[in-house]
């Protein structure tokens, strides 16, 4: 049975609640009598507790079985060792490591903030100071021993307070040399967006940014986090390049920061961010699921990972698993120094750009991503777009001075391109934010792109191409030119758009447009590497043009090729030569289905297109230098297995929204079936381009998926 101490809080259902209730972080111990690691670890507990008045718990698991079982804490193996659970403000993470003294200290370092670590530090000293004050009490109380001069008892004072002061400051510079140790490993996160405003089969609301681990070798995603932003339908998302973190080292290309003469000194003391969302509501927590569709009931809290019977699970980690990987071991130089030229760059970190389509007017949401702190994924603020239902974002990058850092301290952010699927339009949003993840400068929108053809659609197919529909904006270098180039797909007007840099640093003129086949409606696009072809997926007729781009002229029509085969199904084919006009289209009978995404590899050598309906992604081999594609394969996004849950549910299809090629040679292709809610992934042949199913996990209704690679790229 675990003992009591003044500084250990017994954890029960009402400390629980108070937990679960404030954002403080918390550190609990789950015992299992007898244990003799438990035993072992009690007299270290209680001195931890000593050290961090407040922070630490324990809980003994024989004697209060419903607060275990409700942090999903059991003893699979009696008696052998305790569990540590970790509640980080919004989730309880639990330690995956050896039950050892320093490597508890070194994991509880890594979760906390400087700043909670000096308020943690100050309360100690308070303690102590309390201590030595009661004990000088006590002996003022107590006769004196006749032989005890004043001027004994004042120098065994003043050492006493020497002791405790130098013993206070190597603890302080202990803290710190711990929060800098290594506990970040290289990974790969996927971010992916939620669509629906409300799910049958999760509690409360789905707007929401569920943040996953994928493992390479296998395919698996496990789940990390979950943040509500407030904004619902989420539909495209993007990621600026990495910055460095205020406080850490820059990279060694980079010049030293330097504090201009006219401005006041500033205290040297560099403290975390706080995440204060401006009009935002606070972000909530992951809600649990109420039923597996993997033939296993759900683990409390978590969404969890599912994979097919035929595949091995083997290597899977555990879906509650929501520790992120430690930082690697870097020692910060003072932040107005030039580091070493040995040292490698502190590990920045990412700002991420999410389109809502919301009524009634779309906007531009942008978070802060740093799997180092908690929460990992935090909310900066969100502006309208200027047009109803934002369904794209993309990065336009600037010239120096034209939407800069705040007082020109570091280079131009780029420019958040979205797209504006009720009025055709295209809006340029600037977002300046500083390496602290907050909004230094007032978001506007320097951009504004109208329709080319004015307000009237194609009209072939009537109920989507009444008007302009801008779906995807694309920034792109076109071959033998330094500056970029901006595409807009239309899929109201059949036209594909092309804009060049203009006068001034956020203008774009129009260089022209192509007239897509009529009632193709084209909905998304890619790029090759090399930048002398794009790829335009067309929703309304499943089809994929070849354009071949120009910096003075409009792009040129090369190919169009069919994704689905002749019956609308998997069968194999492709596509033959573009049938033009009207009447050609209105003999046509609308599709079954609506091609939906397109990703190109970065060698160039295979596309890939999803379709909803038919429920496939599409795998084009390139040739003639990315001037010709052919289907090599089409393959299911989801099994129908997948569609039948345990509580009798039953999804009508997979619906894959969006498809994401991931990992360092982009060996793994994800995709979000955004009705069966699942996140699907595949094994990606390189030379001939085929996929194999790997694995699938659950997540509410996704719609956006964004890899990202951690420690970020230099």
């Known amino acids: ?13 009402e400390t629980m609640g108070k937990v679960m209730g404030a954002t403080a972080p918390a550190f609990v111990k789950f015992d299992f009598p007898p244990c003799p690691i438990c035993q072992q670890l009690d007299a270290f507990w209680d001195q931890l507790g000593d050290a961090y008045p407040g922070l630490l718990y324990r809980v003994d698991c024989t004697q209060d079985q419903p607060v275990c079982a409700a942090r999903s804490v059991t003893s699979a193996a009696p008696g052998l060792q305790p569990v540590f659970k970790f509640w980080t403000g919004s989730s309880f993470r639990r330690y995956a490591g050896e039950p050892d003294p320093k490597a508890l200290v070194a994991y509880l370092q890594s979760k906390l903030t400087d700043e909670q670590l000096q308020t943690l530090a100050a309360q100690a000293e308070r303690k102590q100071e309390q201590e030595l004050r009661e004990q000088q009490q006590q002996q003022r109380t107590r006769p004196t021993h006749a032989a005890e001069s004043a001027a004994d008892a004042e120098w065994r004072l003043r050492a006493l307070l020497a002791t405790l002061a130098a013993g206070a400051l190597g603890i302080y510079a202990l803290i710190k040399y711990l929060g800098r140790g290594p506990h970040e490993q290289p990974a790969i996160f996927v971010v992916a967006g939620s669509y629906s405003q409300t799910l049958p089969h999760v509690e409360g609301r789905g707007d929401g940014l569920y943040l996953f681990r994928l493992h390479e070798a296998d395919g698996s995603l496990t789940p990390v986090s979950c943040v509500g ?17 205020h406080g850490g080292a820059l990279p060694t290309s980079c010049p030293p920061p330097h504090r201009p003469p006219a401005r006041p000194a500033r205290s040297r003391r560099l403290r975390r961010p706080r995440s204060r969302p401006a009009t935002l509501p606070p972000p909530r927590r992951w809600r649990p699921v109420a039923a597996s569709r993997g033939g296993r009931a759900p683990r409390a809290g978590l969404l969890h990972t599912r994979c097919p019977p035929a595949l091995s699970r083997r290597a899977l980690p555990a879906p509650t698993a929501t520790l992120a990987p430690p930082p690697p071991t870097l020692a910060r130089p003072p932040p107005t120094l030039a580091p070493p030229p040995a040292a490698p760059g502190w590990p920045g970190a990412y700002v991420l750009h999410a389109a809502s389509e919301a009524q009634p007017e779309g906007s531009v949401l942008s ?18 777009a200027g047009g109803g239902a934002t369904c794209h974002v993309a990065l336009l990058a600037q010239p120096e001075g034209a939407l800069g850092e705040a007082h020109g301290k570091g280079p131009a952010s780029p420019l958040v391109l979205a797209a504006n699927y009720d009025d055709g339009s295209v809006a340029g949003v600037g977002a300046t934010v500083d390496a602290k993840g907050r909004r230094t400068t ?17 009209k072939v197919v ?39 840099p203009g006068a001034g640093g956020a203008q774009l003129r129009l260089v022209g447009s192509l007239a897509a086949p009529a009632g193709a409606g084209p909905r998304h696009l890619a790029a090759a590497p090399d930048g002398a072809h794009a790829y335009c997926v067309c929703e309304l007729d499943n089809t994929v043009l070849v354009l071949r781009l120009h910096a003075d002229r409009p792009p040129e029509l090369k190919q169009r090729v069919a994704l689905l085969a002749a019956d609308g199904g998997a069968g194999a084919g492709a596509g033959g030569a573009a049938k033009r006009g009207k009447k050609a289209a209105g003999r046509t009978p609308p599709p079954a289905s609506f091609a939906s995404a397109i990703v190109a590899s970065r060698d160039g050598r295979h596309v890939y297109a999803a379709v909803r309906g038919a429920d496939l992604i599409v795998a084009l081999q390139t040739a003639q230098g990315g001037a010709r594609l052919a289907v090599v394969s089409r393959t299911p996004s989801g099994e129908a297995a997948d569609l039948a849950g345990a509580d009798e549910t039953c999804w009508p299809a997979h619906t894959p929204r969006d498809i994401k090629l991931a990992g360092a040679r982009e060996e793994v292709l994800l995709a979000a079936n955004q009705d069966s809610h699942s996140i699907a992934s595949f094994r990606r042949d390189a030379d001939t381009g085929a996929l194999t199913r790997l694995s699938i996990v659950e997540s509410p209704s996704p719609c956006c998926l964004l890899p990202l690679a951690w420690p970020p790229p230099a």
């Open 367 to 384: 978070l802060f991503f740093d799997p180092r702190r908690a929460p990992c994924l935090k909310v900066i603020d969100h502006i309208s």
């Open 462 to 500: 009537a109920e989507r191409q009444a008007s302009p529909h801008a779906h995807c904006c694309l920034p792109v270098v076109p071959q033998g030119h330094a500056e970029q180039h901006v595409l807009v797909a239309d899929l109201g007007a059949d036209t594909v758009t092309q804009y060049a």
């Open 1 to 13: 049975m675990a003992h009591a101490h003044a500084s250990v809080v017994t954890f029960n259902a």
């Open 442 to 458: 007032a978001m506007a929108r320097p951009l504004m792109l109208r329709a080319p053809g004015g307000e009237v659609g194609s």
């Open 229 to 245: 932003v407030g904004v619902p339908n989420l539909s495209y998302l993007c990621a600026e390049p990495p910055r460095p973190i």
